[in-house]
């Protein structure tokens, strides 16, 4: 690039608004179908299996609890967020939701269970 070229170009980004933000300081929302972390309803959950069977990480197991119910544990280290398990249910019990925000300083903490009990719906 020439020199005068260069010294235009760096007039125009001293007043453009930068394309950073100060995160986390500053909040910000993924776009519409961003496959962060996963949500699990296990209301419509029929235990079928089928997102087990389709997830190519093994990061999702589906247990029987009781009569009709079953709860989703899910490895939020093993997960590389493909969604396979949301377009895998027919029931429509995964979400992929918009959640990035997953850092963890103990791995264990990436191994949520997801059932009907407040305490356990992370
Ligand atoms: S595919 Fe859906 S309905 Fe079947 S076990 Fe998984 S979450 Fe439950
Ligand atoms: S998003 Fe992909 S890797 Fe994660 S649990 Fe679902 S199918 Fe498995």
Not at 21 to 39: H, N, Q, S, T
């Amino acid at each position: 690039m020439k020199p005068g070229r260069m010294i235009i170009e760096v007039m125009r980004s001293f007043f453009k608004k930068p394309v950073t933000i100060k995160y986390p300081a500053v909040a910000f929302e993924m776009p519409d179908k961003f496959r962060g972390k996963l949500k699990f309803y296990p209301e419509k959950c029929i235990g079928c299996k089928m997102c087990m069977r389709d997830c190519p990480t093994g990061a999702i197991t589906i247990n029987k609890i009781g009569d009709k119910q079953f709860e989703a544990e899910i490895d939020l280290g093993k997960c590389i967020y493909c969604a396979q398990c949301v377009d895998s249910c027919l029931k429509k019990a995964l979400e992929a939701t918009k959640d990035v925000e997953l850092a963890q300083l103990d791995s264990r903490k990436l191994k949520v269970v997801f059932n009907a009990s407040p305490k356990n719906t992370p």
